[in-house]
């Protein structure tokens, strides 16, 4: 039988936002050496994608519904040239623009890029995968390329019936009350930008204290005292048993903070709101918005990106998404050796910024991504390089 599953209301607005902002895209992005074997890659590539068809979907169905199917083709492994690439911003990496389409396919993709270091790019469009999805595809590929057994993720489970299995209770949009971390628009510049900083060593319950090193920016900076929310992505899969997906099975929990909170007790809210299942909560508009046609739903996102530029006031001062620490060592093959990972932020106009942060054994990787109208005039550059020498002291 062939593979199909539905389209989600969350992966219908993500559909959306590429169309808007494209592209709607996971990176996960490992540097290491060696010498790519071109044809060992396309062929892992191929065997790790018949398990995981999540890797291989394109849309199909009527405007008002529309559901996810397998086409059947494997995901693309292009060569890209990055011998000009930092790895710390866009800048000389235009293969990591490159749209995935959602109707035509490929929805994903592998690029192999040459340059000291060898750099490898697992792109999945959002609408088919959340960022652990193509984390999980991302190792089956390197199970394939050393010829060990894959497992298989081709679960067809959507975030909704998860979420339903363990929390009935609902949750309502928050008004726009909450600032962007970097101020009010400047100019009109269109875009997206993201920027990267190291930091050497591991640093324990990272989390609670970049929240409260990025709220402590908005008092000082523009809004002295102000309430702050940061959005912080859960996956979802340890709720559920044995669940084998590679699709979007994560949602967001909010962090409130106030200047009367601390590191210590941001960390004590996050653990009961996770105690409390509160990742499992969903707008209770979210079952009926894959309902509606895509060009109402783009026309509304339009328009409340225009809205919140005006106020510059939003739902949520920012996202703020910890992958952890990953295991570098097992991710070897194909002529290529791991040293080092980091994923970068997807452009969302309708969110102030996007922090990824993700660490090995050794390093912790910080990757900030915001409009170009609220990071222009050097103030991206300026709250993530203050906020890594906070935490290199803390």
Known sequence: MTYSRQLTSTEKIYVASDHISPPCVNTIILEGTGRFK???????????????????????GPLFLGHWVDSGKPPAVTVADGSSWSGYSPENAPFLQKPLSVEEGPTCEVVLIKGRPLRVAFRSHHAVMDGMGTILWMQEIFNALRGEPLVGYPSRLTEFRLARSFQKKGRIPAPHHFPALTGKVIDDEP????????????????????AWILANEIWRSNYPGCPVRFAVPVNMRPRGQNILSTGNLSNLVYLDITPDSSPEK???????????KRDGMLYWGDRFIRY????????????????KYQ????????????????????????????TNIFGL?????????????????DRTELIMGMANKLANGGRLESVLRRTADQLSTM
């Open 38 to 60: 071109q044809k060992e890659w396309v062929d892992a590539v191929s065997r790790a994608s018949e398990v995981n068809p999540g890797s291989r979907l394109i849309m199909k």
């Open 191 to 210: 875009g997206f930008r993201w920027l990267r900083i190291t930091i050497e060593g591991h640093i324990r319950k990272i989390l609670p204290k970049v």
């Open 266 to 276: 941001i960390s004590e809210d996050l653990k009961a709101q996770l105690t409390d």
């Open 311 to 338: 106020t510059g006031l939003y739902r949520n001062s920012g996202i703020i998404s910890n992958v952890g620490v990953i295991q570098i060592d097992k991710y070897e093959g194909g002529g290529f050796r791991t």
């Open 345 to 361: 932020p997807i452009g969302m106009e309708n969110i102030p910024f996007f922090l990824g942060i993700i660490g090995t054994t």
């Open 292 to 307: 509606f046609p895509l060009f109402l739903i783009e026309s509304s996102i339009k328009k409340e990106i225009q809205a």
